[in-house]
């Protein structure tokens, strides 16, 4: 039986959210340490194989999973920045689009991924950050949903160039699958926030 909500509980912060959520990419640290002391790196392995059905668990693990400690650092700092903005609004976005975000990555890399490739690495999610705040820029055009598209794309717009297969991609062994997918899964949910709020049917994205 739900319970009402106490009266004298003080609502959560943001620098609150902010600081649980730093947490959160700690463990990610956790996780690294752990593979290189533990398991000598081979955790690694558990990731998006394309095509290869006896590596279904790479959809639940591999945006954990990074392939060098400088892969770890790039991400966890852009993991901070981006997941900082969605949370002004609260934890309930930055669930969702992370979720959504790693199993779009996952789908479009099992699919159009090159064959005996391994993809591991929270980049995924990122990406569908910056899918996620540029399109609520795009569909909500309120000031701060607007304010923070802008700045997603002055500090992070060349990022874009990583999500298509370009020499500089390949020759950086870079997913641009993932990043594509991942941006795909971010901008989706931004777009059904647009359906939704001119009263209108999410048809064709309800199940996100």
Known sequence: MPTAPDPFQKPETYWQRLS???????????????????????LEQHGIHPRDFSHWEGFL??????????HLIGNSISLLILGAAILIKGWRDLILVSVVSALTAGFVVFLIGKSGTNHVGAS???????????GMG?????????????LVVIFY???????????????????????LGGA?????????????????????????
């Open 20 to 42: 649980q959520y730093a947490w959160i990419i700690a463990g990610l640290w956790l996780i690294e340490i752990s593979d290189r002391i533990l398991f000598g790196g081979n």
């Open 138 to 150: 795009i569909y909500q055009r309120n000031g701060l949903s607007i304010l923070l598209a802008v």
């Open 184 to 208: 795909i899964g971010g901008f989706l949910i931004a777009k059904s926030r647009r359906i939704r709020k001119a009263g209108l049917p999410p048809a064709g994205i309800a199940g996100l």
């Open 157 to 179: 717009g060349g990022a874009v160039f990583t999500m298509f297969p370009t020499e500089a991609t390949r020759a950086a062994s870079i997913s641009w699958e993932g990043h």
């Open 124 to 134: 995924s999610v990122i990406f569908g950050y910056f899918g996620f705040l540029v």
């Open 61 to 70: 693990f591999a945006p954990f999973l990074h392939g060098s400690w400088s």
